[in-house]
């Protein structure tokens, strides 16, 4: 087997999206800052409702797939499809855009603590224009596994594969075949699982600090960092002091050119003028809207 190892770290940087949600942006923060297939990752973790409440009201997007997991907190999502979906603490959405959907993000909470992600996961051009579709993931539709050394880990995309046992999650079948687990894991513990070789990978420590890949020399990837690792046939993660909990994405990557302009994800630039045109004229979902 050989050990990933990591190869570069992308720190979270402050910034607000939507109606002035506060949020933290690690993957997208610049147009280089990305690893193919994923765009974005956002981390949102607010006590104070003036930070989240104004939410994201309805906004468009093309060309890619959005997937929102909730770690605390409730959030309605509504589009134009007449979709309404109701996203609730250990629960997650998975939104294929592709040639266009309208929606609205908004948290139904007046106190209490927000938190979660969303990530951007790209479509290769064969499929940025199929129907917009998406799936509502209930908590209990997550599998929890509970491993010997104490960690947790929950699956939420791909198949995760402790020692050979296989648990499925609830989103497979996808083309850039994205593997999306949840771990929490104890202080000075391991945590090893396979990644495809020639896939890329990322582990983004939401709290604590942990030792990722078999590099010593390499410092602990810190709290709200991205970390992305080398290739390689598994991943291998060691907590520090007080543990840590992380999130692990690995996917194919598309190997296609990328032109962005906010919410629309294409391979060209006439393509993105085409986004603009059809949202203009109340074409982009391909239904009036
Ligand atoms: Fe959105």
Redesign the pocket.
């Known amino acids: 087997m050989t050990t990933r190892t990591l190869q570069q770290v992308i720190s979270a940087l402050p910034t607000s999206d939507g109606a002035g949600v506060k949020l933290l942006r690690s993957l997208g923060q610049a147009q280089t800052l990305r690893l193919d297939p994923f765009l974005m990752l956002d981390e949102f973790s607010s006590m104070n409702a003036d930070d989240y409440i104004a939410g ?1 009201p309805a ?1 468009p ?1 093309r060309g890619f797939e ?1 997937v929102t997991y909730m770690l605390d907190g409730h959030m309605l999502h509504q589009d134009h499809l007449g979709n309404k979906g109701d996203l609730k603490s250990g629960g997650a959405q998975w939104m294929t855009a592709g040639r266009g959907i309208i ?1 609205s ?1 908004m948290p139904q909470q007046e106190s209490g603590r927000l938190r979660g992600f969303q990530l951007w996961i790209n479509l290769p051009a064969i499929e940025k224009m199929k129907p917009a579709s998406y799936q509502d993931i209930q908590p209990e539709e997550i599998p929890l596994l509970n491993l010997q050394n104490g960690a947790q880990l929950k699956v939420i995309a791909g198949t995760a594969n402790i020692d050979g046992q296989v648990t499925p999650g609830p989103i497979q079948g996808l083309s850039t075949e994205p593997l999306f687990l949840d771990v929490h894991l104890p202080a000075g513990e391991h945590f090893v699982h396979p990644i495809s070789q020639g896939h890329n990978a990322f582990v983004y420590i939401y709290e604590g600090l942990a030792d990722v890949g078999s590099i010593t020399e390499i410092d602990p990837l810190v709290t709200h960092a991205v970390g992305v690792l080398s290739d390689g046939d598994q991943l291998e993660v060691h907590a520090g002091q007080g543990g840590a909990n992380f999130l692990v994405l690995a996917g194919k990557p598309i190997g296609e050119p990328i032109v962005q302009s906010g919410p629309f994800v294409m391979n060209t630039r006439d393509e993105i003028e085409q986004a603009i045109a059809d949202y203009r004229n109340g074409q982009l979902t391909g239904v009036s809207n």
Request: charged content about 15%; aromatic content about 16%; overall charge negative.
């Open positions: 994201f906004h997007h959005t929606h993000e």
